[in-house]
């Protein structure tokens, strides 16, 4: 099998949560088929009386699944061997593990009970299931046949096979570890916390793309429910992000007024939220909002000089203003003032004033049906004329005109 075709099954399933590895003999690595969590929950675990069976049960053109003692999933199936290479050591796929489903309290309880699980092991457990992608069967079967037919070039000569029930552990021959220190849990923990450090500093940078491709490795990571109501964890989740987003964006010299018009209209946007499937369409809208301020307001490659004189102009756009009267206003000389800022911003001051105005104008040309003499003035311009003229300098055609267009 070839390393890029490999890389392209990872990449995809990896996409939705899923892990994808290859096991090959003498299955060296076979305890990281789970992750280590038998490892950390009982003492002297013999993975390879296991878990092998499964790979010897598995003969090419078999797609085999398999549901362990936790009611997790794993998917497996054998990478053909070309005649060429019949001396090399024989390779399996393992896809998972997995859940059907989110693992409710009730459920949780039945399975620590049948495997008489010590309460202290119960974090470690929960995190298990917490790190888990969760596929619905179809969704699984899915995957399967699309993997297994890009893993046998096309050929649909293979068979889905249940190996449920093969392997089973015996509470009374297994030796739990209660001393646990955790280490399982406290990594997945960590790992949560790594993600939602590079999503954050994408945002703060501005990188809408990136930003969501990490937000989708962001849901993987599976929060304990805090309540019993689904609707409001989601929602307290939304919450939390908004305001997580919200001060890293502050970070990027965002002016507050910008950050909190927007966490204010998020929120109750967050509140009206009526179903908790909405809350992963809604995080997107969040990202690609909170990056459009850093893109569009940021002011963290400016002098703190400059940083001001931006902030007071865009809230201050509509008032007299000019390099003199901002260079009084800073108490700094015009001439200073007006190399700094060209230097920094790369268009002269009075231009960046004018843009404002424009900007401005086109909110009332699309909203309103405001006279454009009138329009003019609300936005600084004391001459209608010179407003024309600026707005085709900046636009490409009059005020007039675009109205006109916009109305078609």
Excluded: W
């Amino acid at each position: 099998m070839q390393v890029n075709l490999v890389t392209f099954l990872q990449t995809i399933l990896q996409g939705q949560g899923l892990s994808f590895r290859i096991f090959s003999s003498p299955f060296s690595n076979i305890q990281t088929i789970d992750f280590g969590l038998r490892d950390q929950l009982f003492v002297n675990f013999d993975y390879c009386t296991y878990f092998l069976p499964l790979f010897e049960q598995c003969e090419e053109g078999r797609v085999c699944q398999f549901t362990d003692d936790f009611d997790t999933y794993l998917s497996l199936f054998r990478v053909p061997v070309p005649d060429q290479g019949e001396a090399d050591p024989i390779s399996y796929v393992v896809i998972g593990p997995y859940i059907t489903e989110r693992i409710g309290n009730v459920r949780f309880f039945e399975i620590t009970q049948r495997l008489k699980i010590p309460q202290v092991l119960h974090r470690e457990l929960l995190e298990y299931y917490n790190s888990l992608a969760i596929l619905t069967p179809s969704a699984m079967e899915n995957f399967l046949n699309a993997a297994a037919t890009m893993i046998y070039e096309g050929s649909k000569n293979f068979k889905f096979v249940s190996l449920d029930n093969h392997m089973r552990l015996v509470p009374e021959q297994i030796e739990f570890n209660p001393s646990s220190t955790s280490e399982f849990a406290m990594s997945i923990i960590e790992q949560r916390y790594q993600m939602e450090d590079k999503l954050l500093y994408a945002i703060q940078c501005g990188d809408t793309n990136k930003a969501l491709d990490l937000y989708t490795k962001f849901l993987n990571f599976k929060i304990v429910p805090r309540t019993q109501d689904p609707l409001r964890n989601s929602k307290n989740l939304m919450f939390v992000l908004n305001t997580l987003f919200r001060k890293t964006v502050q970070k990027s010299y965002v002016h507050p007024y910008h950050i909190d018009e927007l966490s204010t209209h998020l929120a109750i946007k967050i509140e009206a939220m009526s179903n908790p499937e909405h809350s992963q369409t809604l995080g997107r809208e969040m990202i690609r909002k909170y990056c459009n301020l850093v893109q569009n307001y940021s002011l963290r490659n400016y002098s703190p000089l400059i940083q001001k004189v931006v902030n007071y102009v865009d809230f201050h756009s509509s008032e007299n203003l000019s390099l003199k009267v901002l260079a009084e206003l800073f108490s700094v000389s015009p001439s200073y003032l007006s190399g700094l800022f060209k230097k920094e911003i790369k268009i002269t001051l009075t231009d960046y004033i004018n843009q404002k105005r424009i900007e401005h104008s086109l909110v009332l040309l699309n909203t309103t049906s405001l006279p454009i003499q009138n329009i003019a003035e609300q936005v600084g311009f004391s001459d209608v004329n010179y407003f024309t003229r600026t707005f085709k300098k900046f636009k490409g055609m009059s005020p007039r005109e675009y109205r006109m267009e916009i109305q078609r």
